[in-house]
């Protein structure tokens, strides 16, 4: 009965999404109020029943209702209770419901939110958050409905149950964070729209659209570091980032989103570029509707690997439907965003920022590049050729220091233009700190894009570390601070931009981290009770095999201790396991093995150990370690990255004047 | 407008110029890596068996299909190496791999590899299995088997 209700919200919600956006286009023909009412009631019921239909299947997962096809996919009676819940998300029709579920509590806020203060605005905005709804209804209902009954004719006893690489708690919010932050984009692009169709783009807009962009940058960031965190942890192959499609997938918006968010600083403070911020809004926006093509529709298969299905056309056919229709749009509004203000220098900010943006947006054409060619290829020569992640470093590493190197210049470059003086007076104790870093690393005979990377690094933190000190400075002696004091309102007093600043450091961080990579070694070895072997200074004693039957699989633990080779003084114990899944099912082929990993974690390095496999005859552990240095500072440089970014989003408190 | 006497030299018209610059110099760049790969594994053609056996590549190419029922030998010596027939449709390719088998090996998988096809014998570097099929449908069959839904 309950998935009867499940199946019956969706149709109904979809109907409701016309009759919604068809209300609203009438109410603005003739402006007859009750229309516009009418159309609102209906836009929140739409996703007041997208909402319940995604709580009634999370109540048929947890209940193991089995009658119901996709719960008897992705769950079993031995699933965690957790796990129930975050099947919501694992498969195929759980997924676009849950994108649907995401976008409809977004609906609600907006509709609460502006209601009164954007009212003009607002029937253009419902009209293209609800198409965007119906988009996903009209897939949820007719090509991949999560209400389905089970096909089979006897009961079905036990559900398949989860993918035990799915069963980790960063994989349990990784997807949602993500969604929040594809699926968010639909706001600030709604707004857009709405404010081109109706020639209205003021003060409150600019500040909502903001807002919101920053809140679903933020989303989309921390997806994105949990998806790699997770696949240090879970995947076992000692990276975090591999240029998978689906990766890329989300990282294309996330580069546009990037650069949207410096240019639209310039459109704040100067009223310039609004038709390059909108064309950025559109593009950001198309790629978070083909980021979902592209996990979902089996195009590209990766670690991901979705299945392939009928998705394909009917999104690639969404994606350039709200192309043609946002850019001819924005074409016919060129004369109403045209701005009287031109650049004025090379050294001044916003060309900082241009320039900022040309970088991220060729950024996101590389990978672009990178992800299609394969059918680009086929298509044209006839032969797949398939693009791995040497190809994405080799083009982006040098792009990516560019965008470092900015990191540094743009914010100490001064509006309009920079004079010499200042310019001097800026860049003379960053840039010498550059070179000494380099000249450092040029003896250690460390060279390359190593070299590079560092140096400009230092380059880096010593122009936002004298941001910070001068800020800090002015405040001791023009207010009578002390420096915590002032370094706390140096923050509160201006968000946006010290959070920037903070965020910098954090992808600083990062990039440390990434450069770290290049240092990488590996060994794979069998080790019999009481072996030892060598690898970068350090030796690996294998001291146990011990089994343990735990209530979902069945283990294997490699008890190793780890040692340095030269003083043999112990420094840990790792514990890697060879895992069983599913080991009681009767049923070989259904009993599925993972390795369960052992990282020992340190600011200089992490040793990573891998249980790949066992021979029980002989005894023998089959293992894997790699030795990843700096590997903590992308984690460390991810929470500063957030920290900063929450500052910036913070809101400000009532001023008094 | 800026007051500059000359058309080229105007300001927006050189800012203009500088970007395209910028665009121009990294789209050949883009161009240039996809012509020189740093790296073998950075751009690796992607055959079915049937046009690896027909035509005789002797470059390093990368392959699909379905682990043979049966076929996965370990081999005697060292652990860590095996041999395996992949099957995609009517054609089969005896396979060599030493290194981590991942956990998802074993007959009937499905599965990618990338090595060089040496008389007669893949010796394959890289083993990937694809996620168990059966968390997204049921298990298909060698014969159903389609290519192009694990290609890339």
Known sequence: MIPVIGGLAINLALGLAFVSIILHFFYLRNGDGRLFLSGQRAALTVSLLSILATL????????????????????????????????????QSGSLLFWLFTLSVYALITIFQNQQSQHKIMPWVMIVMTTVQLFFLILINFVANPFMPTEADFVVANGLGLNPLLQNATMAIHPPMLYLGYVGFTVPFAFSIAAMAQRDMNALWMRTVRQWLLFVWLMLSIGIILGGWWAYQEL??????????????????????????????????????????????????????????????????????????????????????????????????????RSEKRIESFTSRESGFLFNN???????????????????????????ITVGAPFFNQVNIPIGLILLLLTGVGPLLVWRRTSNQSFIRNFTTPIVMGLITALVFYVLKIRGYVLVSFSLSAFVLTTIGFEFFRGIRSRMTTQKENPFIAFWRLIRKNRSRYGGYIVHVGIVLMFIGFTGHSFDSEKEFGLKKGDSEHLSGYS????????????????????????????????????????????????PDRRQPHSELDIYSTMKQDIYSIFNSIDLENEVAYLKIMINPLVNWVWYGSYLFVLGTLVALWPPRKEKS | MAGSSSILMNSKNKFYFAISGVIVVVIFWIWWASSNPADEQALVT?????????????????????VAEGSIELDNNNYMSCQFELQEGDYVLPVHYTGARPDLFKDGAEVIIEGMYVNGLFEADILQTKCASRYEGDLRDADSYNLDEVSI
């Open chain 1, 236 to 337: 076992g192959w000692g990276g975090y980032w591999a240029w998978d499609p689906v990766e890329n997938a989300s990282f294309m918006p996330w580069l546009t989103g990037t650069a949207l968010l410096h240019s639209i600083i310039i459109q704040e403070k100067k009223n310039m570029l609004k038709v390059w911020n909108m064309a950025l809004i559109i593009i950001t926006f198309t790629l978070c509707i083909f980021g979902t093509f592209l996990t979902r529709s089996g195009v590209m298969s990766s670690v991901h690997s979705f299945t392939a299905s009928s998705l394909g056309p009917i999104f690639l056919s969404f994606v350039f439907l709200i192309m043609i229709v946002s850019f001819t749009l924005l074409y016919y509004r060129k004369t109403f965003l």
């Open chain 1, 540 to 587: 690996f004693t294998l001291y146990n095999i011990r089994e343990e039957e735990r209530p979902n699989h069945y283990a294997y633990i490699a008890d190793m201790v780890v040692a340095d080779a030269s003083s043999g003084k112990s420094i840990v114990k790792l514990h890697p396991e060879k895992r069983i899944y599913f080991h009681r099912n009767p049923n």
């Open chain 1, 56 to 91: 009634i299947l999370t109540q048929l997962l947890v209940t193991s209702n089995f009658d119901v096809d996709y719960v008897a996919h992705y769950t079993s009676l031995e699933t965690p209770f957790i796990y129930k819940i975050t099947a919501l998300w694992a498969g």
């Open chain 2, 46 to 66: 992607f055959l079915s068996v049937e046009e690896l056996i027909d035509d005789d590549h002797s470059d390093r190419v990368r392959l699909g299909g379905l």
């Open chain 1, 358 to 384: 040309v970088v991220f947006i060729v950024m996101c054409f590389a990978v672009f590049w990178g992800t299609i060619f394969p059918v680009i290829s086929e298509a044209v020569r006839g032969t797949k």
